[in-house]
């Protein structure tokens, strides 16, 4: 989620509710996080987008509960139901963007890694970064993700990381932390990395689960 973004529908978490499942996205224009939770007592299909100190909250009360909530949503409020207490919020009146357009179609180049090594490897890659630079170039070929940063003084580091990939030449930049943040938020022992060429956006996933989605852009090097 943006924090104090002007376009204001991004300071929150759009729920998409509807076809059996509850889906959650969040942006903050440069990256996207997608899950689906199954929710077949859905009869009626909406989005509502909740801010994002309300999320934060949200996390406290349902911190250990591993029951069923239920969740009842008005014009202007929703409110959560659950072993642990009710919490009640006011929704942000907009629109959400158009999310689906962010998601790249045809990603064919496919890398399989193992989730720490991986971030590992990119967490030393970034200790040259600083605010300001903060970008690194991917590069894959032959089983093999190679990252390299540079800083204001032209200082490099590489890291070179054996992956499981069988295609051509890759190579794109990203803005490391971007892709450090969704490596740590993943709690599967693979990931699965997609592009669909070298100015694509890479979507990161938990290898096996199709329902819990990373998306971050590329940038320029």
């Known amino acids: 989620m943006a924090q104090q973004d002007v376009r204001y529908y991004l300071n929150g978490l759009l ?80 629109r959400y963007p158009d999310y689906e357009r962010v998601l790249p179609e045809n990603t064919n180049k496919v890398v399989i890694a193992d989730r720490e090594l991986l971030r590992q490897g990119l967490a030393r890659s970034a200790i040259l970064c600083t605010d300001r630079f903060k970008g690194v170039r991917i590069s894959l070929d032959r089983d093999t993700l190679r990252s390299c940063g540079q800083n204001a003084e032209r200082e490099e580091s590489e890291e070179q990381i ?48 199709l329902t819990n989605v990373y998306v971050v852009m590329p940038m320029r090097i």
């Open 162 to 209: 054996e992956v499981s990939y069988n295609d051509e030449l890759l190579e794109v930049g990203f803005n490391i932390i971007y892709l450090i943040d969704a490596l740590a938020a993943i709690k599967t022992p693979q990931v699965r990395l997609e592009f669909k060429d070298a100015g694509s956006s890479c979507v990161i996933k938990p290898d096996g689960d």
């Open 15 to 94: 729920l998409e509710i509807g076809a059996g499942r509850i889906r959650a996205v969040a942006t903050d224009g440069h990256r996207l996080a997608l899950k689906d939770i199954p929710s077949p007592a859905v009869v009626e299909s909406m989005q509502i987008i909740v801010p994002r100190k309300a999320v934060i909250e949200l996390l406290k009360v349902l911190d250990g509960n591993d029951g069923e909530v239920k969740l009842l949503i008005s014009d202007n409020h929703f409110q959560v139901q659950g072993a642990n207490g009710t919490f009640t919020s006011k929704l942000i009146d907009g």
